[in-house]
């Protein structure tokens, strides 16, 4: 029965191989390159290092990201309502109905709520 993970012993056996000969390779290749100013600066996506480490974003980025996050979990309340919708038709009524649709209006309620706020006006 032992024969049966053979392969699989093997195939683990070559990745742990694997693994560690190629971390040792990059220690012996890594020693003998050349070390200078340049390669120890960090790499930022090509730009030179600038500025402060944590720059700090507008309000305006955290209020999207709360409304984007608001409609997000209304989408995921309103799918499984809408995939069960018509067999609790039958059983529910029109109350499975009117409870979503209080749920939209409490949505829709918010929505206007952060436009009249301006959150979605990027002109200042």
Known sequence: MLHEYLPVLFQGSIAIGFAISTLLLSVVFGRTSRHNDVKHTPY????LPQGQAQPRFSVKFYLVAMLFILFDIEVVFMYPWAVVYKDYIATFGPIIFLSMLGFIIIIFV??????????LNWAH
């Open 110 to 119: 918010g929505y206007l709520y952060a436009l009249k706020k301006g959150v």
């Open 44 to 47: 930022e996506c090509g730009m």
